[in-house]
């Protein structure tokens, strides 16, 4: 059984209604729009004639009937416009219901509506569309929150709450048109990430999301199974080792836009689901990477927002290069005063206990210096800086560092905090790898449960030959969070991963007996639209009392009628 509202009630009345006089609320066939309402606001004044005869279509957002004529307005995907309907417009015969009844009555806020007609200028300075012929195009039966504003204009009771936000995003979209701009931001720097790289000649590709062998990442993966061929898959937590075996294959360039998924927890920038660039360029190491980085993020920057430097919080964040690089150990040791490049593992878990860090038996000597990182250094980096030079436990997918022995050749791009895009010098000495892979199946018997796994098939791959290469990540959510100033990643997903939503219990007849209600006013109840007992403790007493027995009589029940003192025990 569905639980309606009052509302809710009406409007599906209100759609048998339209059905009964003809009127499809729901029609099949195009509505055809040569006009949006950011075209009109934008060029109405510079060229008046071109808007005598226009069709526009969208959803009816505010209304104001004034007896034979009424002004409203109607939101498309660009904006709001102000239409003007007179009756004898949209009715000009004789018989007046479709102003009558359809528009002043059947209609309301949130119904799809057509409307042609010409553009003109109210007393007041409105640019405004004058009704010559109105179309139903489609009957919402659930009614939009309703968005207070002050005389100048000013939200101060929208549809806030997070929670509804994200899992009815759809009505996020409708009632706060500022959130379309965080997506279409979100879009431009996809498209223009895709274009530079497209000038550069690297190409655009796809991999497998069902992996067979989860790798690329040190993450826990999700787990599924194919039927068909009876074998446990993974939903990837990177495509990094698909796009190398394309180098390998002969292309010099490649890169890929996709969603990634990873079996951890959610926060305020992770989200089990994310999206991810990756981007591998043969011949190039990660010093050239850094640098191509820099031009890419301040072109993106540039374009979406005519300046390098961007807003995030209270700081203002320059992503003009050069930025700054400083090794993994340097930046400990800045911060913490404590060198560790020497450290044993042992001797890292010291520091860990002296400075407050919890560890655990499965973290070797790479997870040990991750971890003092991240507690103490990560935060300090606010203007993008680079994190260079990795202990060679940390990353068993980059190539060894050319000068300084136990590390290797990685960077980490941090802004206001936080991680957004992730590069090596790629290592492709096959024998080097597998060792690299052996050391990580140590760290997953002792309990490691984001080690990587062997995968055969890749290093296979690397046996034929890769030449150098130099690979990045990017992290789409994060680089999108900075550039719109959200400071969590559900405000940049339309989709985020929420909880189940709680089911609502509908009592019984038996949970109503339970409260002292006889059982033959139970329809009566029903009848009401009350069907949990939560809705039957948010009655007034009186006026249950006085529905109830109207209920009765209406539905000819075979009961009496309460009493007062009844109804109020039953509320208690």
């Known amino acids: 059984m569905q639980l309606l509202s009052e509302q809710e009630i009406e409007r599906r009345k209100d759609r048998e209604e339209l059905m009964k006089l003809g009127i499809n609320p729901y029609p099949a ?19 008046k004639t071109d808007y005598k005869d226009i069709s526009i279509a969208g959803r009816l957002m505010s209304r104001r009937i004034m007896g034979s004529a009424s002004f409203a307005e109607i939101q498309d995907a660009t904006g709001r416009l102000q239409v003007y309907v007179r009756r004898d417009d949209i009715c000009p015969d004789e018989d007046k219901t479709f102003y ?59 549809f806030t709450d997070p929670e509804l936000r994200y899992r009815q995003r759809y009505v996020d979209l409708t009632v706060n048109p500022d959130v379309k701009e965080v997506f279409v931001t979100r879009t431009k720097i996809i498209s223009n ?23 690329g990442a040190a993450a826990r993966p999700f787990n599924t199974h194919h039927n068909t061929l009876d ?17 390998v294959g002969g292309f010099d360039g490649v890169y890929e836009f996709g969603k990634m998924f990873r079996n951890e927890g959610m926060d305020r920038t992770h989200n089990p689901e994310f999206t991810s660039m990756e981007i591998y360029v043969a011949y190039k190491d990660y010093i050239w990477m850094m640098e191509m980085v820099e ?32 090794s993994m150990y340097d930046s400990i040791l800045e911060y913490t005063g404590i060198d560790v490049s020497a450290m044993d593992e ?22 040990l210096v991750d971890e003092i990182f991240g507690a103490k250094v990560e935060d ?82 690397l046996e034929y030959g890769m030449p150098p290469t130099s690979g990045l990540g990017i992290g789409i959510d994060r680089l999108t969070m900075m550039l719109t100033n959200k400071t969590t990643i559900q405000e940049v997903l339309f989709f985020p991963q929420m909880r189940p939503e709680k089911k609502v219990k509908i009592a019984t007849d038996e949970d109503f007996m339970a409260l002292g209600i006889a059982p033959g006013l139970i329809p009566a109840l029903r009848d009401l639209n009350i069907h949990t007992i939560e809705q039957l403790k948010e009655q007034d007493a009186n006026k249950l009392f006085n529905d109830v027995c109207g209920r009765r009589k209406k539905l000819k029940l075979d009961a009496s009628n309460p009493t007062k003192e009844e109804v109020e025990g039953w509320l208690e």
């Not at 979406?304 to 400083?326: C, L, Q, S």
């Not at 890292?348 to 997870?367: A, F, H, W, Y």
Request: glycine content about 8%.
């Open 29 to 47: 066939e195009s509505y055809q729009i040569n006009v949006t309402a950011a075209d009109i606001h934008k060029n109405y004044e510079n060229n």
């Open 100 to 158: 009558n009844t359809v528009f002043k009555k059947l209609l309301g806020i949130g119904d799809f509506i057509g409307v042609k007609g010409y553009i003109f200028t109210t007393q007041t300075g409105e640019i405004s569309l004058h009704v010559t012929e109105l179309k139903v195009l489609s009957k919402a039966v659930k009614p939009l929150p309703v968005v207070k504003r002050d005389e100048d204009g000013n939200v101060f009771d929208g």
């Open 193 to 215: 990430m895709r274009r530079y790289f497209d000038d550069h000649g690297w190409l655009e590709v796809e991999t497998p999301i069902l992996q067979a062998v989860h790798g």
């Open 231 to 247: 074998m446990p898959l993974y939903l990837r937590i990177a495509n990094e080792l698909y796009l190398k075996r394309l180098i």
């Open 295 to 326: 031009e890419l993020l301040e072109k993106i920057t540039q374009s979406i927002h005519g300046t390098t430097i961007v807003t995030v919080g209270d700081k203002e964040i320059n992503f003009a290069g050069p930025y700054r690089r400083i």
């Open 346 to 367: 042992n001797g890292l878990r010291e520091v860990c206990k002296n400075l407050g860090i919890d560890t655990d038996p499965s973290m070797g000597k790479g997870k």
């Open 380 to 461: 300090n980096l606010i203007q993008p800086t680079y994190i260079t030079d990795y202990p060679i436990e940390m990353t068993p997918l980059a190539k060894k560092h050319r000068s300084k022995e136990g590390l290797v050749e990685r960077f980490e791009l941090f802004v206001n905090g936080k991680e957004i895009a992730n590069a090596y010098s790629e290592l492709n000495d096959p024998i080097d790898q597998r060792e690299r892979f052996e050391e990580q199946l140590k760290l997953a018997a002792r309990g490691d449960d984001e080690a990587m796994a062997m995968d055969d098939d890749f290093l296979r791959a």
